[in-house]
């Protein structure tokens, strides 16, 4: 089967930098996806890491480790619209592009 | 614009009742995808088609049915089968191993 660890709440203040960690259980592994959602809202894709090492999308950074099954989510210059749930997601097993959700981290930027 | 589009956005249903939420896009994407989510979880996936008259099972399929007669559409059905169908459920499309794009979701309630 497949299992995804992250932590369930985080709370960061205004213009700190915070990451949100992921690790994972899967017997065949794809890449490492992370996705945000707003309370009520619909995911939204952020960063995809198919190989080791960290990419950069502005404010946002996402890293993995493949040999440790770990990566996480880097977030910086915190803004008040960060406050969001963070989802780390692998694809399944069978290789298509089906998607297996963690329960996500609840992000809370305080003034 | 191009997007995915679900209606209704609420919806109510008695128990013993069939409901059919309905995901539209217009993203000329071939494979689509619904989830669930309840409160404070992740997203799990009911069902999927990579391609017009072909879907599959997800993870939690029972109580569920879908169709694809068209590459833009794909309608979920609620079932009276489902015991516990009150949750947010989630369209998404995507191309052959990109990002899933969403649709801004049904919250389903039954009475």
């Known amino acids: 089967g497949q299992s995804l660890e992250q932590p369930s709440e985080v709370t960061a203040v205004e213009g700190a930098i915070v990451q949100i960690n992921c690790t994972y259980q899967t017997s065949g592994f794809y890449g490492l996806s992370w996705y945000q959602q707003h309370d009520g809202g619909a995911p939204t894709f952020l960063s995809y890491n198919a190989l080791d090492g960290l990419e950069e999308t502005g404010r946002f950074s996402s890293f993995l480790s493949r040999s440790d099954s770990y990566g996480y989510l880097l977030l910086q210059e915190l803004q008040m619209k960060d406050s969001a749930s963070y989802f780390c997601?692998?694809?399944?097993?069978?290789?298509?592009?089906?998607?297996?959700f963690g329960t996500g981290t609840r992000l809370t930027v305080i003034p | 614009d191009g997007g995915i589009t679900q209606s209704p956005k609420y919806l109510f249903r008695k128990e013993g009742q069939n409901v059919t939420l309905s995901c539209e896009q217009n993203l000329n994407h071939d494979a689509m995808y619904w989830y669930r989510q309840d409160p404070g979880q992740g997203l799990r996936l009911i069902y999927y088609s990579q391609i017009v008259n072909d879907f599959q099972k997800g993870d939690i399929a029972e109580g569920y049915s879908v169709s694809r007669e068209k590459k833009e559409s794909f309608p979920l059905t609620v079932t009276s089968a489902q015991k516990n169908p009150t949750a947010f459920y989630l369209c998404?499309?995507?191309?052959?191993?990109?990002?899933?794009?969403f649709g801004p979701g049904t919250r389903l309630t039954v009475l």
């Open positions: 997601a692998v694809r399944d097993q069978t290789g298509a592009n089906n998607l297996f």
């Open positions: 998404a499309s995507s191309t052959p191993y990109n990002e899933q794009f």
